[in-house]
C-alpha cells in the first residue's frame, strides 16, 4: 500500500513537473514571437488604417472627407504613442 502511494506521488510530480515545464515554454515562446512581429503588426494597423481613410474618403456624402481626415490623424496619434511606449 504504502508503495503505491509513493509511486502515484511520483506520477503527480512528474506530471505537474511537465505540464509547468510545457506552459513556462509556451509563456516565453509567446514572448519572443510578440517581440520579433511587433514592427510588422505595426506596420500593418498603419496600413489598415490608412486603406479605412481612403475608403472613407471615396464614400459619398457630407461626412466623407472629415472622417478619413479624423481617421488619419488617429492612426497617426496612435502609431506615435506606440512608437513612444516601446522605447
Do not use: H, W
Not at 511520483?10 to 514571437?33: P, R, S
Not at 456624402?61 to 488619419?72: D, H, L, N, Q
Request: proline fraction near 1%; glycine fraction near 6%.
Amino acid at each position: 500500500m504504502e508503495q503505491q502511494l509513493i509511486e502515484g506521488l511520483k506520477l503527480m510530480v512528474t506530471g505537474m513537473a511537465t505540464v509547468f515545464i510545457f506552459l513556462a515554454l509556451m509563456i516565453i515562446l509567446i514572448t519572443v514571437v510578440a517581440k520579433v512581429t511587433r514592427k510588422y503588426a505595426a506596420q500593418e494597423i498603419e496600413q489598415m488604417a490608412l486603406a479605412r481613410a481612403a475608403k472613407a474618403a471615396k464614400q459619398k456624402g457630407k461626412g466623407g472627407v472629415p472622417v478619413a481626415a479624423i481617421a488619419a490623424a488617429v492612426s497617426a496619434y496612435e502609431a506615435d504613442q506606440k512608437t513612444s511606449n516601446t522605447n
